[in-house]
């Protein structure tokens, strides 16, 4: 690899026209001024100063523009480090050798500004590494923050991913750089935000289809499996402090408040017609089937209970939200109930008198 180094390198001076070489030279170059300095590649050198550098057509090149800009062209030296003999060498065998020279003598001049800040012009380690200083990376990321993309844009590359799929081997790396990695509440918060309610990406996604898979998975599980899911959820519940509890409701409270009426009237009436049909399916289970002794207990622990203000003012918006239908059947049930506790009171006095 290093069989043409140059021992004494050849200057160049950039704005003379006497110095003209008749053949294109393909290597390494240097260019140093006050102690800075910049390695390049070229497959035409001489090429690339007069017409690159001498007229400031370097503006990708952030680090040596501002050089050349400062200092001005004339003050800095042009140098040929390492001459590369063509020969039968393809396109691609020579941009190889290249990147491998360009990328050793970066190491050995320490002109990457990743490294030395103070004096490197190269803005990677050169060669096909792409591996960036962190003056770089802010300078990107403060461009890209911010922006917003158009409608086609963002088509384009939906439409370019369509059909891609990630390597086992991107996975895994992916999934070992997130381990570990544990979010701050105000970033948690911030993400619940953005996907609560409407914001959602499956909101109103849940077809009846999803909703039959999932009561076909749930039917063909066993009893002991079922069993445990239960216990597993209500221990779940009783392990949760007060104030878990409580974010929790807080939470339902703030979705069920940011819908709109017509919503809440589809997930009431839905609600209705499924206990509509599991009336017709199971009669027995919701005809009356406490006992009297039990709804005598539960009067006598409710009797005498006085529900505060902030209830009582849930309890009335939840009943202006429903319809009149919903409203009848309440009220018909509230009848029914008073009914047969009246029945039941009759009865524990004629026990009492005998």
Request: glycine residues 4%; proline residues 1%.
């Amino acid at each position: 690899m290093l069989d043409n180094k140059i021992s004494s390198h050849i200057k160049i001076d950039v704005f003379s026209k006497n110095q003209n070489y008749p053949y294109k030279i393909t290597g390494i170059y240097m260019i140093t001024c006050e102690g800075n300095v910049y390695i390049g590649q070229a497959l035409d050198i001489e090429n690339r100063f007069r017409k690159d550098y001498r007229t400031l057509r370097c503006e990708c090149q952030r680090r040596l523009y501002n050089s050349f800009k400062k200092h001005g062209v004339e003050n800095h030296i042009f140098e040929i480090i390492h001459k590369v003999d063509v020969g039968f060498l393809s396109k691609k065998e020579l941009i190889d050798e290249l990147n491998k020279l360009e990328t050793y003598y970066v190491k050995i001049f320490n002109s990457f500004s990743g490294d030395n800040n103070e004096f490197g012009l190269n803005l990677t380690r050169a060669g096909d590494s792409r591996e960036l200083s962190n003056e770089t990376k802010n300078r990107i990321g403060d461009g890209n923050r911010n922006k917003k993309r158009t409608k086609e844009t963002i088509l384009k590359l939906s439409l370019s991913h369509l059909g891609k799929k990630q390597s086992p081997e991107s996975i895994l790396k992916r999934a070992k750089s997130l381990t570990g990695q544990k979010r701050n509440e105000e970033t948690k918060k911030i993400l619940s935000e953005k996907k609560m309610g409407c914001k959602n990406h499956n909101y109103g996604k849940h077809t009846i289809e999803a909703a039959a898979k999932r009561t076909e998975i749930w039917n063909n599980k066993s009893q002991q499996e079922k069993d445990e899911i239960i216990k597993n959820r209500l221990d779940a519940r009783k392990n949760k402090s007060k104030e878990e509890k409580e974010i929790l409701r807080n939470k339902l409270s703030k979705t069920w408040n940011n819908k709109t009426d017509e919503e809440m009237f589809l997930i009431q009436s839905k609600k209705l017609e499924t206990r509509r049909n599991k009336k017709q399916e199971n009669p027995l289970y919701y005809s009356n089937p406490k006992s009297i002794e039990q709804r005598l207990k539960i009067s006598k622990t409710l009797t005498g209970r006085n529900k505060s203000i902030e209830i009582i003012e849930k309890i009335k918006g939840t009943y202006i939200c429903k319809s009149q239908y919903e409203k009848d059947l309440i009220v018909s049930k509230r009848v029914a109930t008073m009914k047969i506790n009246k029945e039941l009171i009759e009865q524990e006095r004629k026990i009492m008198i005998f």
